[in-house]
């Protein structure tokens, strides 16, 4: 739990120091006119801060405990506030992005967005199922309907930025996509037997990581820039807003739910294991077994 939570403070601090370089990157190195990159000292800080960064997460992560099965921790309250937020963060980016729709409409975007309404409600089920401590494969289906999202938010990406040869304008975002979808797929993982506990960590830090710093850099942005150019680089809207707010926060919630313990599947106690021995299925299996070795 403490190498978790050190991780966890590390990853906040350093995506807040990275959102602020990647703010002066974007208002200082990008030319106005072309949006080439120029040289500046900001964006050679903010590699450095990426890789640094990418060393610590693989190494705290590393030192984690392995994941050992017991008793689920049910998360506190405030958990589920938060994904409630997170949910209802991603219902308004996909609202925001439907309502224009009605300036120019696109099939594609109609269904990211209902695909994305999806997605929220089936964080809400997933989180609702955790507090309760009702924790099996149903429940880890519904944290894998996030990584559809996030692979459709992906090609919507690569529609927007496949003309751009300006890699550094575009790319953190697509890793805070890429790594949300492989954290919600780790963690629908516990609840499939499949537990990873340390790649899950390092997945969650490099996706808050990464979405901290976008979503950091792209509110401090306009007090950096004139008001005439703010636009090409970032292009930010509400929506987009939004949408960084929900990875965050989701982001945040699985974070302390790994680290914590709460996603983990109870192990099942001798009582309930004969009780399982004695169901109609187990039984029938234990008669066709035994029938077939009668046979032999």
């Not at 008001?227 to 949408?243: C, M, N, R, Y």
Request: proline letters at 4%; charged letters at 15%; hydrophobic letters at 55%.
């Amino acid at each position: 739990m403490k190498k978790g939570v050190i991780l966890f403070a590390v990853t906040l601090l350093a995506g807040l120091v990275a959102g602020f370089l990647r703010t002066l990157q974007l208002a200082f190195a990008f030319d106005g006119k072309t949006q080439l990159l120029n040289p500046h000292p900001s964006t050679t800080f903010l590699l450095w801060t990426v890789g640094v960064f990418a060393v610590a997460a693989v190494w705290l992560s590393a030192k984690y405990p392995k994941y050992e099965p017991g008793e689920t921790n049910k998360p506190p309250a405030p958990w589920l506030v938060i994904e409630i937020a997170a949910c209802a963060s991603l219902l308004f980016s996909c609202g925001y992005g439907l309502y224009g729709l009605g300036e120019s409409f696109h099939a594609v975007i109609l269904i990211f967005n209902l695909l994305g309404v999806f997605a929220a409600f089936s964080i809400l089920v997933a989180a609702v199922y955790t507090c309760r401590g009702v924790l099996t494969a149903g429940t880890g289906f519904y944290y894998t309907v996030p990584v559809f999202w996030c692979c459709f938010a992906l090609v919507l990406d690569f529609w927007s930025h496949s003309a751009n040869p300006v890699i550094l304008s575009f790319v953190f975002m697509m890793f805070s996509l890429i790594f949300l979808a492989v954290s919600a797929h780790a963690a629908a993982g516990y609840l499939f037997g499949r537990q990873r506990s340390r790649r899950s960590l390092a997945y969650c830090a490099f996706g808050l990581f990464f979405s901290l710093m976008t979503l950091v850099s792209l509110v401090l942005y306009p007090f950096f820039e004139d008001s005439e150019a703010i636009v090409k680089v970032t292009a930010v809207t509400p929506g987009d807003l939004a949408k960084l707010g929900f990875m965050v926060l989701h982001l945040g919630a699985l974070f302390y739910a790994l680290i914590s313990g709460a996603l983990r599947k109870p192990e099942l106690s001798e009582e309930a294991r004969s009780e399982d021995a004695l169901m109609p299925e187990a039984v029938e299996a234990a008669d066709d077994s035994a029938g077939a070795a009668e046979i032999e």
